[in-house]
């Protein structure tokens, strides 16, 4: 004979249901992967901030007064992601952070590719001209597809372990 609570179970949405305990751990493994990528870049760019303005410059996207700006806060922002999510804080928030970047970063390499200009990307330092047979469009837009695929888990299942919004929640 089932109580109150077994019919509650089956007629409570599926919004309403917990997560299987596993999602935590894929989560954990997104926040932690995608705050490598964002460790990774904002490092090899932080050295050398005028070189993160070239590769900006490369793209011939933003006006000029933009390009210092964007080259020199870029990994700045780079580094507050990778930071707040390996304390798993915002997770959410950063992940859509994340997921807008990534999305700029997309469409910049494709708009470079499609408009014919022959630039390495900067994605982790360096960046600006290259010679054409060094351009490597495709496999940079597929990596940041994967990237933006952790984003999106994360926007989707914020909750993971090891996170302060873990135990801010608790």
Do not use: N
Not at 75 to 97: K, N, T, Y
Not at 133 to 150: A, P, W
Request: hydrophobic share 55%.
């Amino acid at each position: 004979m089932a109580g109150p609570a077994a019919h509650l179970s089956q007629t409570e949405p599926a919004a309403r249901r917990p997560w299987p305990a596993w999602t935590e751990w894929i989560g954990t493994a997104a926040r932690l992967g995608l705050a490598v990528v964002w460790g990774w870049a904002g490092l090899a760019k932080i050295a050398d901030p005028a070189e993160a303005a070239q590769a900006v410059r490369a793209y011939e996207i933003l006006p000029e007064s933009l390009v210092k700006p964007v080259g020199y806060a870029l990994p700045f922002l780079e580094l507050a992601l990778a930071l707040l999510l390996v304390i798993g804080l915002g997770v959410r928030l950063v992940a859509g952070v994340s997921a807008l970047l990534l999305l700029a970063f997309i469409a910049g390499i494709a708009s470079a590719w499609a408009r014919g200009i022959s630039i390495d990307c900067g994605c982790f330092g360096g960046g600006g001209a290259v010679d054409a047979s060094q351009t490597e469009y495709l496999q940079e837009i597929l990596r940041d597809t994967g990237f933006l695929l952790l984003a999106g888990w994360l926007i989707w299942r914020p909750r993971t372990k090891f996170s302060v919004d873990g135990w801010l929640a608790a």
